[in-house]
């Protein structure tokens, strides 16, 4: 079983609409959660992180996390074309040190 | 400054050669990674260094060596490469607040696309 795992895609949504974009992990010591953004050929680059129970908001990002279902998503209101991008989401494990495990991405597409 | 600046951007080198990627940043953080990325693949962690020393190196081959020579730079040394080590290099920084701290988070450089021949 893969530490933390991720629907490689694409997923297509229609511009303006809900994209929802999904995160297992196996490490139940699991501590913090984070979500990057990395269009072809640049680097990651940060956009949420979490780390309880619950929703946390940021713009028209909200990040999601059921610890009891090892469990963490990314919801992306009105999504625009420059949403399109592989989302990578990256979990640190207790007792990992600073350690990040990345999943394998999901590959978003907003469509006009 | 709130960048981790790579150079260069793109590297050809031959299996013989060898080459250095450099990274720095001035944003007082003091954790430093070097990551592997190759294409369609999530990044993999090569090595840490935390206050300037290794703390992680996770089994990486010889031929890749790092290096830190103070808290705003970062080295990795390259010498008798193979063509499957062609992929993006990252380098990250990260604000170094405690060892267990929750919202550690990594900020990464824009890369050095390496091609070996």
């Known amino acids: 079983q893969k530490e933390v795992e991720q629907n490689s895609g694409p997923l297509s949504v229609p511009e303006g609409a809900i994209a929802s974009l999904n995160c297992t992990y196996s490490d139940r010591g699991s501590q913090s959660f984070f979500w990057y953004r990395q269009y072809s050929g640049k680097s990651p680059e940060l956009i949420m992180f979490?780390?309880?129970?619950g929703d946390k908001e940021d713009g028209r990002f909200t990040a999601q996390l059921n610890k009891a279902s090892q469990y963490v998503s990314l919801l992306i209101r009105d999504s625009q074309p420059s949403d399109s991008a592989t989302y990578l989401c990256?979990?640190?494990?207790?007792?990992?040190?600073?350690?990040?495990?990345f999943g394998t991405g999901t590959q978003l597409k907003v469509e006009l | 400054d709130t960048e981790v600046t790579q150079t260069p951007k793109h590297l050809v080198m031959g299996m013989t050669n060898k080459k250095s990627l450099k990274c720095e940043q001035h944003m007082g953080h003091r954790a430093m990674y070097w990551y592997k990325q190759k294409a369609k693949k999530p990044p993999e962690l090569m090595f840490v260094?935390?206050?300037?020393?290794?703390?992680i190196n996770e089994s990486v081959p010889s031929r890749f060596s790092p290096e830190c020579p103070n808290s705003s730079l970062l080295n990795l040394h390259l010498h008798a490469l193979q063509p499957e080590d062609s992929a993006l290099y990252l380098c990250?920084?990260?604000?170094?607040?405690?060892?267990?701290?929750?919202?550690?988070?990594?900020?990464f450089g824009s890369g050095t696309q390496l091609s070996v021949l």
């Open positions: 260094y935390s206050y300037e020393k290794l703390s």
């Open positions: 979490i780390y309880s129970n």
């Open positions: 990256a979990v640190r494990t207790a007792g990992g040190g600073n350690k990040l495990t």
């Open positions: 990250a920084s990260s604000p170094k607040k405690g060892q267990q701290a929750r919202d550690e988070k990594l900020f």
